[in-house]
């Protein structure tokens, strides 16, 4: 399904947690080739790093020889002069690459980690479905259901699709429709939403009473989902600015992966 995916590594040990799942979410999103992205970022430098320079470089060079040994699979790397958000959009683009992947290494509250977080910023900026993988990653079982998260609104209908194709025939999935209670619902949001169970047997659907971010994650946490499907609106021209209430409260306070997929 995302044939190609390019994915920002920092050997943090987020990172490391991005790694050991990774053989289970490769064949989950059916990715076939790879590329690691080592932005080394201009404000992080010393005079004195060219050792630490040339070993960073090698370490990557490592950790594809390794993962591509463990998942038969084509991995590339790049090792890139530049900031982190802007080097994974760029690679993203020029290797037309279909899902980015990043680990997402805090779930603070802080205005450093509004402002700085390069998962966050990169679900705001990508136009690409971005899969974020939390560093304080909970339980999760690869034969689980997958969940997903919608309000049924037209801009979620690519979200919809890929979490449809992601389930098969036969694996069991979860919908958790998230009403606003000052929306008024559509007739095409309900007849959505009615054609969806419809047409997956295998499928759970809840609606969202209480606050939408704590139920989801609570949700998704008590199944084990291997991955929480979530639909976004475009993409924010800057990246301090918040991508929706729902979709940024789920990416920043998720255990369980996400995959942000854009309308």
Known sequence: MFRHCVAGIDFSAGWDRVQTRFGQMAALLGIRELTLVYADEPHRRTHKDTTARTNRKLHLEQVAADMGRELAITVHTQFVSGFAVSSILDSAKRKQADLI?????????????FMGNVALNLARLSRL?????????????????LLLATDNSPASARARACFTELLGAERQGMVMIVRSPEHQVAFEEVQAGESFATDNPNLEVRTVVGDPVEEICEAASEVNTPLIVLGKRGTNPIAELPLGSTAEGI???ATNPVLLVPS
């Open 101 to 113: 992947v990043v680990a997402n290494r805090s779930h603070s509250r802080s205005r450093e980690f």
């Open 251 to 253: 990416c920043r306070h």
């Open 129 to 145: 479905p971005l899969l974020i993988v939390p560093s304080d990653l909970g339980t999760v079982a690869d034969d689980a259901p």
